[in-house]
C-alpha cells in the first residue's frame, strides 16, 4: 500500500440482521453500509458527508471494527482488520480511537476526569506507578486546554466544549494514529465549535493524526478537510480532494446537498440554483433497484432503474458513482 496511505478500505459493506426487530420470519438485512471503498491518508482529514441515517456512523464503527464487517476488507498499514477475532484486535485498538456528538453519554458521570482519561490505559496494564499515571493525565488535561484541578471533577461540572475536550484527551491517552470524529461538534453552541475544532487542527498537526470526520455541516467540512466523501443509502456516491469537490460536483445528491448550504458570497448565492430533493429517503431494508438515488433524482434515465453506477475514476483524484456524470467530466458538468 502507498506510504501516504494509512488505511484503505475495500467494498466494505456492514449489513445488520434486523428479522427479529421487524417480528418477519424471513431474515431481512438492513443495507447500513454497502459496498464502500475509501482510502485515508496519513495526517488528513477526510470528510464524510451525506443526511441523516446514511450510514456515516456505522461505516465510522466498523472502519475500527467496532463491528465485523459482513463483507470486504480494512487495512491498516499491510495489515486486513476486516477478519481478525478480538484479541487479534488488540494491537491496532489503541491506534484507532472515535470521538462522538454526545459528549455527555460518552463520559461515565460516576467517575471523576482523571479516571476517565486513564481507564482505557489502566485495562491494558500500561502504567508502571501511580505517579506515570497521573503525569500522563496531567499532561493530556493540559494539551486539550484544561486545568490540572479539573481531574478531580465529574463531568457534569463543565460545560459541553469542556466535556468535549474530556472525550477527545481519552481518545488520545492511547496515543492513536487514526480517530473518527463523528459530528464532534453539532451538539455545541456555534461559539464553541470553532475551538473545538481548532483543537483538533493543532492536534492533527502536532501528532499527524489522521481523521474521519463525519459532519452535517458543509461548510465545516470544507474548511477542515483533504478528501471528502458524499454517502447515499449505504453508498459512497461522490469522493473527491476537497477544492475539486468544492468547485466541480458532479453527483446529481451532491449537487442538491450543497445547494441548501447558505452562501456567504452573494454573488455565488445568486448563481447556485437551490435543488429541493424530491420525496424521503428510501429504507436501506429494501433499496430502488439500479442507482439508489434515483427516486429523487432531478435527472432520472431508463438506464438508472436498471443498473447500478459504479464508482467511476474522473481524473484529479474524482470518483463519483452517476451514469450521467460519469460518462465525461465536462459534459457532466452541465447536467
Ligand atoms: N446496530 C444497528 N442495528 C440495526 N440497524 C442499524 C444499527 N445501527 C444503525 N442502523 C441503521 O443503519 C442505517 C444507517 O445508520 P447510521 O450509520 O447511524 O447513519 P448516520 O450516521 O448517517 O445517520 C440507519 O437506517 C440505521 O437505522
Ligand atoms: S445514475 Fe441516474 S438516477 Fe442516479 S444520480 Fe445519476 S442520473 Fe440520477
Ligand atoms: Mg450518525
Excluded at 465485523?68 to 488488540?90: F, H, Q
Excluded at 489502566?122 to 494539551?143: D, K, M
Excluded at 466535556?163 to 456555534?190: H, M, Y
Aim: proline content about 6%.
Amino acid at each position: 500500500m502507498d506510504d501516504a496511505v494509512l488505511m484503505r478500505v475495500e467494498n466494505l459493506k456492514m449489513h445488520f440482521d434486523v428479522s427479529k426487530r421487524l417480528f418477519s420470519k424471513k431474515k431481512t438485512l438492513l443495507k447500513a453500509v454497502d459496498d464502500v471503498s475509501l482510502s485515508l491518508r496519513r495526517g488528513r482529514t477526510f470528510g464524510l458527508v451525506g443526511e441523516s441515517g446514511c450510514g456515516k456512523t456505522t461505516l465510522g464503527r466498523t472502519i475500527v471494527r467496532l463491528y465485523k464487517p459482513t463483507a470486504g476488507r480494512i487495512w491498516y498499514s499491510d495489515a486486513d482488520l476486516s477478519p481478525l477475532s478480538d484479541a487479534a484486535l488488540m494491537p491496532y485498538r489503541s491506534k484507532m480511537q472515535m470521538i462522538f456528538q454526545d459528549s455527555f453519554s460518552s463520559l461515565n458521570p460516576r467517575m471523576m476526569v482523571g479516571d476517565i482519561i486513564a481507564e482505557p490505559l489502566r485495562i491494558q496494564h500500561r502504567f508502571a506507578s501511580a505517579r506515570e499515571e497521573r503525569e500522563l493525565v496531567e499532561a493530556l488535561v493540559e494539551r486539550i486546554g484544561l486545568r490540572k484541578d479539573h481531574i478531580s471533577r465529574y463531568p457534569h461540572e463543565f460545560s459541553g466544549g469542556q466535556r468535549q475536550r474530556i472525550g477527545i484527551a481519552r481518545a488520545l491517552a492511547n496515543t492513536p494514529e487514526f480517530i473518527v470524529c463523528d459530528e464532534p461538534i453539532s451538539a455545541l453552541d456555534v461559539s464553541i465549535q470553532a475551538q473545538v475544532i481548532n483543537l483538533l487542527l493543532d492536534l492533527q498537526d502536532q501528532m499527524g493524526l489522521t481523521y474521519l470526520f463525519v459532519s452535517h455541516d458543509l461548510s465545516m467540512v470544507r474548511h477542515i478537510s483533504h478528501e471528502v466523501g458524499v454517502m447515499y443509502l449505504g453508498h459512497m456516491v461522490e469522493t473527491a480532494p476537497v477544492h475539486e469537490l468544492y468547485s466541480h460536483m458532479l453527483h446529481p445528491y451532491t449537487e442538491a446537498l450543497m445547494s441548501a448550504v447558505p452562501q456567504a458570497d452573494p454573488d455565488m448565492a445568486e448563481k447556485s440554483r437551490r435543488i429541493i430533493l424530491q420525496g424521503d429517503v428510501p429504507t436501506p431494508i429494501d433499496p430502488p433497484s439500479g442507482c439508489p438515488f434515483r427516486t429523487r433524482c432531478p435527472y432520472p434515465k431508463p438506464i438508472c432503474e436498471q443498473v447500478m453506477p459504479a464508482l467511476q475514476d474522473v481524473g484529479h483524484g474524482h470518483f463519483v458513482a452517476c451514469h450521467q456524470a460519469a460518462g465525461s467530466n465536462s459534459s457532466a458538468r452541465s447536467i
